[in-house]
């Protein structure tokens, strides 16, 4: 088992046949909208390709063809009158937003995601990968949220994002944060074939490139430990958020964390200088 990302020209053929042209057509005018709230993120597997959308996978493009899941049926309030496309669209919007219509975590990096493929955009980082499975013999499984790619000097960086009050960051005095554990897997993971892995994202780049007309160089290091991204942590704390900080802090290093203020939203450029120490 082992870290690959590759699209063949085999399945390049298929997704650019007549056939899917539509489809893809479409997917394609979300993915440079430039819009962070109706990009569309495509994010290179192996020998396939997941496009995402508000949190989840819109479509899946394997084995030559465009596959949903059909779960998302089960989300389908407010989509009657829609076309397959954007009822498609309309259903990951309904999974992924909880029942009083606040953001969840996978919704604030989604925020991050449109400048990648931006033709306009004004940032050095982009987002390179989501959900990414390293799929080593350390941490198998587990999906780390975010590579961010600083197209200026050529480093990736792996980093894992939270919200403050999700129980496995804010936890009572005592207890040990389990982010802290799964963090570190990360680290864990990507040290143990960091050499694979940046090779892979130059296949990743090349890809992209190709794919979507993106001209971005190969990268060059991985920088590490992977890092952690909290979102919306009060400004006035209890005994026990404090403890949570502090701890979280000793364990990965205090430059390893971005405790981002309730409502502060930071762009991938303030990310990548708040974690590249």
Known sequence: MSFIRSFDNEQVEKLTSKRYEILFNK??????CGNPNKAVF??????????????????????????????????????DSLDEYEMAKMQNENKHTNVTGSAK????????????????????????????NLNGNIGAGKKCDLV???????????????????????????????????????SDAILEQEETILNQYCE???????????????????????????????????????????TINNALGKGNVLWCEV?????????WRALCK
């Open 148 to 186: 961010l790619f600083n197209t200026v000097t050529l480093e990736i960086m792996f980093v894992e994002g939270k919200v403050f009050f999700d129980h496995r960051v804010n936890v009572k005095c005592g207890c040990t944060p389990k982010v802290v554990q799964q963090v570190n897997l990360y």
């Open 27 to 32: 997917l394609k005018t979300d993915v440079f």
């Open 105 to 132: 975590e996978r919704n604030l990096l989604n925020e991050l995601y449109y400048h990648t493929f931006d033709p306009n955009r004004n940032t050095n980082t982009v987002v390179l990968d989501i959900e990414v």
């Open 204 to 246: 990743y780049v090349r890809i992209i490139n190709d794919l979507f007309n993106t001209h971005y160089k190969f990268p060059l290091k991985v920088i590490t430990p992977a890092k952690l991204l909290v979102y919306d942590t009060p400004l006035v704390r209890t005994d026990n958020q404090n403890y949570s900080i502090d």
């Open 42 to 79: 495509p994010a290179i597997r192996k020998n396939e390709i997941d496009f995402y959308y508000k949190g989840g996978c819109l479509y899946k493009f394997s084995c030559g063809i465009f596959m949903r899941n059909n779960a998302y049926k089960n989300y389908s309030d407010n989509t």
């Open 263 to 271: 409502a502060k939203r930071p762009t991938t450029d303030e990310i």
